[in-house]
């Protein structure tokens, strides 16, 4: 079955840091991808996901968006209305990026984006 492939869309450098720090820990560059909204707008965003999309189109598509709310989230959205068998998670952090590698070949895709959000939120502790 075709595995599971991760955009990581959000503002400035951090889409790519976010793919480079996850990937030093797991190395499968093919899993993931990463697209930055140049500006507060969503200009030219809808064409990038659309075009990082086509560039995986054996396989599902999981979108992590940096921030609830923000553009991006609202790209995110739109690219949903385009591709409503795609799941977009906001608030990406690097536990869910590492998880997502982990067992991106382990769940199906319903169980893994639960499990993905779940993650994310487990990632967030105090010291």
Aim: with cysteine; charged share 25%; net charge neutral.
């Amino acid at each position: 079955p075709p595995v599971p492939v991760g955009i990581v869309v959000g503002y400035g450098d951090l889409p790519a840091a976010l793919r480079d720090a996850a990937l030093s820990i797991v190395n499968e560059p093919e899993a993931l991808e990463a697209v930055s909204s140049v500006s507060r707008r969503a200009e030219g965003l809808d064409a990038r996901l659309d075009a990082a999309v086509a560039r995986h189109a054996e396989n599902p598509v999981l979108l992590f968006v940096d921030l609830f709310g923000s553009s991006c989230a609202h790209g995110g959205a739109g690219f949903r209305n385009r591709h409503p068998d795609t799941a977009v998670l906001c608030g990406v952090n690097l536990p869910m990026l590492v998880r997502f590698l982990h067992y991106r070949r382990k769940l199906g895709y319903a169980e893994l984006v639960e499990f993905l959000r779940r993650s994310g939120q487990e990632g967030i502790r105090e010291a």
